[in-house]
């Protein structure tokens, strides 16, 4: 999977920098697109992966090297039973280790074993702490929007600071989510660029760009690894 730097080039993050500045001539608000690789670690996936690769390796070492008890009478190359107990916990312990570093580098592999619920509270979590550390809450007029997109997860969120939210209420601002999750696996930086219009079109007419403003955030795509 690759880095959210990696994503972009110069001229998609031009793009995307030109929507951002077209969009504030019309209002007063200030938009902020972020994309981040991921929103959250996910170390339980990665050990349950772990685990059930190591139980697939005693499987096969339990079948490999059986018992004495268990082979045929008269045989003698059995594995003595200590001996047995230490291969299966070395195996699983290895298995285990092995699994989970492959699990850490497939994302897709991981993201199987993630409950979809957990993701979208780490997504929601992550786009309020990136709201706060990107100062979309202290613009002087309370006019801050974030459109916020987690890779990893495949889950946008959008947040309005509190004069955004009294002029669109909820309802406008999951409408710009709707718009930009709609079309993000066919074109993400057309989505992007959509939703950035689209937000400049909503606020346009109730929060007018006036003639002494100021821009206080900066217009750039802000990426996140």
């Given at each position: 999977?690759?880095l959210?730097?990696q994503?972009?080039?110069?001229?998609?993050?031009?793009?995307i920098?030109d929507?951002?500045?077209?969009?504030?001539?019309?209002?007063?608000?200030?938009?902020?697109?972020?994309?981040?690789?991921?929103?959250?670690?996910?170390?339980?996936?990665?050990?349950?992966?772990?685990?059930?690769?190591?139980?697939?390796?005693?499987?096969?070492?339990?079948?490999?090297?059986?018992?004495?008890?268990?082979?045929?009478?008269?045989?003698?190359?059995?594995?003595?039973?200590?001996?047995?107990?230490?291969?299966?916990?070395?195996?699983?312990?290895?298995?285990?280790?092995?699994?989970?570093?492959?699990?850490?580098?497939?994302?897709?592999?991981?993201?199987?074993?993630?409950?979809?619920?957990?993701?979208?509270?780490?997504?929601?979590?992550?786009?309020?702490?990136?709201?706060?550390?990107?100062?979309?809450?202290h613009t002087s007029?309370?006019?801050?929007?974030?459109?916020?997109?987690?890779?990893?997860?495949?889950?946008?969120?959008?947040?309005?600071?509190?004069?955004v939210?009294?002029?669109?209420?909820?309802?406008?601002?999951?409408?710009?989510?709707?718009?930009?999750?709609?079309?993000?696996?066919?074109?993400?930086?057309?989505?992007?660029?959509?939703?950035?219009?689209?937000?400049?079109?909503?606020?346009?007419?109730?929060?007018?760009?006036s003639?002494?403003?100021?821009?206080?955030?900066?217009?750039?795509?802000?990426?996140?690894d």
């Amino acid at each position: 999977m690759k880095l959210a730097s990696q994503i972009f080039n110069d001229e998609e993050r031009k793009r995307i920098d030109d929507a951002v500045a077209q969009a504030e001539k019309r209002t007063s608000a200030e938009i902020v697109p972020v994309v981040s690789t991921s929103s959250g670690r996910y170390d339980r996936a990665e050990d349950i992966v772990g685990l059930f690769v190591g139980l697939i390796v005693v499987a096969v070492i339990w079948w490999q090297f059986p018992s004495p008890s268990v082979q045929d009478t008269g045989a003698w190359d059995g594995t003595p039973r200590a001996m047995g107990i230490l291969l299966l916990f070395v195996s699983m312990i290895a298995g285990f280790i092995v699994g989970a570093s492959i699990a850490s580098r497939i994302s897709w592999l991981r993201r199987l074993f993630t409950p979809r619920r957990q993701m979208k509270e780490e997504v929601e979590t992550r786009a309020c702490q990136v709201y706060f550390d990107s100062s979309v809450h202290h613009t002087s007029g309370g006019t801050g929007v974030l459109i916020y997109i987690s890779l990893y997860e495949r889950l946008a969120v959008v947040l309005g600071d509190k004069t955004v939210i009294e002029k669109l209420g909820q309802e406008g601002i999951d409408e710009l989510c709707a718009t930009l999750t709609r079309s993000i696996n066919q074109d993400m930086i057309q989505a992007l660029i959509d939703t950035i219009q689209s937000t400049g079109d909503k606020l346009e007419a109730v929060l007018p760009r006036s003639n002494n403003d100021v821009n206080e955030l900066s217009n750039s795509l802000v990426t996140i690894d």
